[in-house]
């Protein structure tokens, strides 16, 4: 079992810049994929960056060049570094986990989630 908390939210102009955090407890979290989704409203939830045990990482195109996924295997911390910030970047940020790889895009089943943390990006 794995829990999963959220930080680092906010609100931020465009071309700013916000690090999440994904604090992660529960044992063995390295056997899992470990990813950030995230969901506007009235939209679907979309995948936006993951990463496997192997440190082998896959983003959204929307994201590529500007977010990066990382994880701190001592602090247990999965991050997401989110540069140049857009207004479509306006979401409910969630870290979720599944175990095994990731595989391609993001179409496990992922079954640990956090409770989100809110990005709102300005013109």
């Known amino acids: 079992q794995l829990?999963?908390?959220e930080s680092g939210g906010g609100s931020v102009q465009a071309g700013e810049s916000l690090r999440l955090s994904c604090e992660v407890s529960g044992y063995p979290y390295r056997l899992y994929c470990m990813a950030w989704f995230r969901q506007a409203p009235g939209k679907e939830?979309?995948?936006?960056a993951a990463v496997d045990r192997n440190d082998g990482?896959?983003?959204?195109d929307s994201v590529?060049?500007?977010f990066t996924i990382s994880l701190d295997n001592a602090k247990k911390i999965l991050y997401l570094q989110m540069n140049s910030l857009k207004p479509e970047d306006?979401?409910?940020y969630y870290?979720?986990?599944?175990?095994g790889y990731c595989g391609t895009g993001f179409l496990r089943q992922y079954n640990f989630w956090g409770?989100?943390?809110?990005?709102t990006v300005s013109s």
């Open 115 to 119: 409770q989100g943390t809110q990005v």
């Open 3 to 5: 829990q999963l908390v």
């Open 57 to 60: 990482s896959t983003y959204a």
């Open 45 to 48: 939830r979309e995948g936006v």
């Open 95 to 99: 870290c979720a986990a599944v175990s």
């Open 64 to 66: 590529k060049g500007r």
């Open 90 to 92: 306006t979401a409910m």
